[in-house]
């Protein structure tokens, strides 16, 4: 898998993350689930939110590192040239 296509994808499961996170909130604060369902409505969002974060933030932090290593060789690449 090319660099281009992991980064695209990294990307993709932050989107699924950011998304899957705003939805578990809505079900909490703004659908009022538990009130409505139970303990069932609460843990219906609570494990939208914890599937959000698994999906956002470890993806964010390899996303991190991999523009950082990409920018230190431009720069690497910029001082042999220059």
């Not at 409505?36 to 974060?53: D, Q």
């Amino acid at each position: 898998m090319t660099e281009a296509k992991l980064i695209t994808l990294l990307k993709i499961a932050i989107g699924i993350g950011l998304f899957l996170l705003v939805t578990g909130y809505s079900m909490l604060h703004v659908f009022y689930l538990p009130e409505k369902m139970g303990v069932a409505g609460m843990v219906l969002g609570a494990a939208c939110i914890a599937l959000g974060l698994i999906f956002s933030l470890p993806t964010k932090m390899y996303l991190t590192f991999l523009l950082v290593k990409r920018e230190q060789e431009r720069k690497k690449q910029k001082s042999d040239n220059g």
